[in-house]
């Protein structure tokens, strides 16, 4: 791929991936019962508003898409639910598969200033298996 990233390890425990076209976010695993740091409560604590959030299947992964509005700033975003073994946008299964089979999953938030950027890059990273190289 070529790209390389700034990696930056903030007080959280989350991992920051950046470049001068894609902020990444990697969460670290919640046990399945608590707040998981969903994109849609925190990035509207920093004043951006959701649209069209959409399910979009990206190499069997489906995962969420969202455009995001502050003033006249456009973003676009991507997340998603990753253990060593998973791949998924669902709460529901994530939240499941923990329980029944003790996976742990990293919540992965990319934010990319056009539609078209993001979807390269998760196209790129969702092969990667991102969680497993931080």
């Known amino acids: 791929s070529g790209r390389h990233f700034n990696t930056e ?3 959280s425990g989350v991992t920051k991936q950046f470049d001068d076209k894609v902020l990444v976010y990697i969460k670290p695993p919640v046990l399945p019962f608590r707040s998981d740091h969903n994109p849609m409560v925190c990035l509207r604590g920093s004043g951006y508003s959701f649209k069209k959030v959409e399910k979009h299947l990206i190499n069997s992964s489906d995962i969420n898409l969202a455009e995001l509005e502050k003033g006249n700033d456009k973003l676009y975003t991507a997340w998603w639910y ?3 073994e998973t791949q998924t946008g669902s709460q529901l299964q994530w939240r499941k598969q923990a329980v029944l089979d003790q996976q742990h999953f990293f919540l992965v938030n990319i934010t990319c200033e056009t539609r078209e950027e993001l979807l390269i890059t998760l196209e ?5 298996k991102i969680s497993i190289i931080t």
């Open 9 to 11: 390890r903030l007080d």
């Open 82 to 84: 990753e253990s060593s």
């Open 124 to 128: 790129k990273l969702l092969n990667q």
